[in-house]
């Protein structure tokens, strides 16, 4: 199964936050690669037109306030 956009995000910002964690990233140098991840998600969601641009920015701004679960449940309401 191909993977979505936004489950390709959420992959990576997850790999991005541990390498934070272990490295000395700084605060900015984070900020730049997440902004990265989330136009390359962009161009991911328009070539898959699966999903608006509303939802994909409403679902990453709740995850930079730290609430990975509703991620998840995005993710699983739009497998069905």
């Given amino acids: 199964m191909k993977q979505s956009a936004v489950e390709w995000f959420y992959n990576e ?9 272990l490295t000395e990233m700084k605060p900015s140098e984070f900020d730049d690669r997440e902004t990265k991840l989330l136009e390359q998600g962009k161009e991911m969601e328009k070539e ?8 994909v920015i409403e679902i990453l701004l709740t995850f930079r306030a730290e609430n990975p679960r509703y991620i998840e449940e995005f993710i699983e309401q739009f497998k069905k």
């Fill in 48 to 55: 898959q037109q699966g999903y608006n641009e509303e939802e």
């Fill in 13 to 21: 910002l997850k790999e991005l936050i541990k390498q934070s964690e």
